[in-house]
C-alpha cells in the first residue's frame, strides 16, 4: 500500500500495490472522510477496473452512503455527474495513462472539486493506515445510472456553428473511443478513427498522447486522409492533444492561447489561467484580447483552486489539460476538440496557419534529468542563474529578457524536469545547453 497515495491521485500496480481490500477501505475512508451522503463512481477500461470499482463501491455503501454507479465512462464524466447530479463527491476508478497493470482512483468532493494529497488523499491515507472499519448500520443504495445523454447535451453546449471537418481521432484503446461517436456524431464531422475500441491492455500503443511516439500514427492518419486536424487523448479522456493538417504537433500551451481567443472573444476581459511553463506567447495573447493572465503551478487541483478562486473563463497546461469554468471547472478533452473545431470553423482557414502567428518563440520541450538530491541541485541551480529574476511558485524559474527556464521535481522519482524557451532558436539552444550543464545529471 505504501507509496500508492500520490499529489494529484491514488495509483498503483494491481494487485501487488493496490488490490481489492485496499479498494474497499479507500471507499470507506473517503465516504468518511467527506461525511458523504451521496457519491458518484466510475471506471475506465482497465481489465482490474470492474472488480476494484465494485470493491470500492462495497466500502463507500458500506458507511450507510448511496452511490451512483456510471459504468464504464471518462474521468470527465465523473466530474459532470458529480456537479451536475448535485453529489457530495465521487471516485472514477482509473490509472489515467499510466501501464495497463496500473489502477487508482481520481477523487473529488461536492461540485467536483478535486482533492489533493494537501486536501484530503493524505487524510484518507491515514485513514486506511489506521485500519478503518465501516460503521454498524444500514448499507447503502446502488443505483445505475447511464449518464451519457446528459453529458452529450452538456459538451454540445459548448459548440458554436462548427463547419464540416474531417478530423482523425486516435484514443489509444482508451475509455473516451467508447463515446465518441455518440458525442459528436450530430456535428457535420467526417471522423477517421484510431484505436476506438477500449482495451485495457493497450494492444496499439500507450494512452498518453504526450509521448511523441504515442502521436506518430495520428500524424500518418491525417496526412494520409487529408484530414483538416487530428485529436488524441489518453485513456481516461481528461487530456487532449492536437496536430494540424500537415500532421505536425500542436504544442499544448499554444492551444490554451487558441481556447483564450475563442472565450475572449465573447467575454472581454475574462480571466486565463495557464501553468507556469507555458510559452510567453500565452500571456501575450491573453492581454491581446483584452483578457486577464493568471500564472499557476502544474497540477490539476492546483490550477482547478486558482481558477474558483478568480473565476476563470479557461485554464491550460502543457500536458494537455484543459480546464472551463462552464463545466464545474473541470478538465474536459472532449469540450476542448469541441473549442477547437470553433476556431477552426470561425476562422475558415487551415489549422496550421492559425497557429503560424503563435510559433514565435523556441522552447526546448520537458527534458528530464536523473537526480537524487533534487532539493540541493535546485539550490545549485539559483546560485548560478543569481542575475536572473527569479521565482519559486513551482520549483525554480529563471526569466531574463530574451529567454527563460523553469525546472521543477517530480513528486514520485528522483527527477528534476527542464523547461525552457528563449526568443530565437540558437539563443534557445546555446541556454539550453548552459541549463543542462549545470544541472549535471543524466538526461532520461
Known amino acids: 500500500m505504501a507509496g500508492i497515495f500520490k499529489a494529484y491521485d491514488i495509483r498503483g500496480v494491481y494487485p501487488d500495490e493496490l488490490d481489492e481490500d485496499i479498494a474497499r477501505k479507500i471507499g470507506i475512508a473517503l465516504a468518511t472522510f467527506l461525511k458523504a451522503k451521496n457519491l458518484v463512481v466510475g471506471r475506465d477500461m482497465r481489465t482490474s477496473a470492474p472488480a476494484i470499482q465494485k470493491a470500492f463501491m462495497e466500502g463507500v455503501t458500506s458507511t450507510g452512503c448511496n452511490v451512483i454507479d456510471s459504468g464504464m465512462g471518462t474521468t470527465p464524466m465523473n466530474y459532470f455527474a458529480i456537479g451536475y447530479y448535485e453529489r457530495d463527491g465521487g471516485a472514477q476508478t482509473t490509472a489515467s495513462h499510466n501501464p495497463a497493470q496500473y489502477i487508482g482512483f481520481k477523487v473529488s468532493r461536492e461540485k467536483a472539486i478535486p482533492l489533493s494529497y494537501e486536501t484530503g488523499i493524505g487524510e484518507i491515507e491515514k485513514l486506511v493506515g489506521s485500519g478503518i472499519a465501516a460503521p454498524s448500520g444500514g448499507a447503502g443504495k446502488v443505483e445505475q445510472r447511464d449518464i451519457l445523454p446528459d453529458y452529450k447535451k452538456h459538451v454540445l453546449s459548448f459548440a458554436d456553428d462548427i463547419k464540416p471537418l474531417k ?259 540558437d539563443l534557445m539552444e546555446e541556454k539550453k545547453a548552459e541549463v543542462i550543464k549545470a544541472i549535471d545529471a543524466p538526461i532520461i
Not at 209 to 230: C, F, S, T, Y
Not at 248 to 262: C, G, N, V, Y
Request: aromatic share 10%; proline share 4%; hydrophobic share 40%.
Open 167 to 425: 478530423v482523425a481521432v486516435d484514443t489509444g484503446n482508451g475509455v473516451v473511443g467508447a463515446f465518441f461517436n455518440e458525442v459528436f456524431g450530430d456535428l457535420p464531422l467526417e471522423i477517421i478513427p484510431l484505436y476506438f475500441e477500449p482495451d485495457g491492455t493497450f494492444p496499439n500503443h500507450e494512452a498518453n498522447p504526450l509521448k511523441a511516439e504515442n502521436m506518430i500514427d495520428l500524424q500518418n492518419a491525417v496526412r494520409e486522409h487529408g484530414a483538416d486536424l487530428g485529436v488524441a487523448f489518453d485513456g481516461d479522456g481528461d487530456r487532449s492533444m492536437y496536430v494540424d493538417e500537415k500532421g505536425d504537433i500542436i504544442s499544448s500551451d499554444l492551444i490554451t492561447a487558441l481556447l483564450a481567443r475563442e472565450i475572449l472573444a465573447k467575454e472581454p476581459g475574462a480571466g486565463i489561467l495557464y501553468d507556469l511553463r507555458s510559452s510567453w506567447v500565452v500571456k501575450e495573447e491573453i492581454e491581446k484580447g483584452g483578457g486577464v493572465p493568471y500564472e499557476d503551478r502544474v497540477g490539476h487541483a492546483y490550477m482547478k483552486a486558482t481558477m474558483r478562486r478568480h473565476g476563470c473563463a479557461v485554464g491550460g497546461e502543457l500536458s494537455g489539460h484543459y480546464y472551463f469554468r462552464d463545466n464545474y471547472y473541470a478538465d474536459s478533452g472532449m469540450i476542448a476538440l469541441v473549442k477547437i473545431l470553433n476556431v477552426l470553423s470561425a476562422e475558415d482557414k487551415p489549422f496550421s496557419e492559425i497557429i503560424k502567428p503563435l510559433k514565435r518563440y523556441h522552447a526546448t520541450g520537458e527534458i528530464n534529468f536523473e537526480v537524487e538530491d533534487k532539493d540541493g541541485k535546485m539550490k545549485e541551480l539559483e546560485r548560478i542563474f543569481s542575475d536572473g529574476e527569479i521565482s519559486h511558485l513551482d520549483g525554480i524559474s529563471v526569466k531574463y529578457a530574451d529567454w527563460w527556464f523553469n525546472v521543477r521535481k517530480s513528486n514520485t522519482e528522483p527527477v528534476l524536469r527542464l523547461n525552457l524557451e528563449a526568443k530565437t532558436p
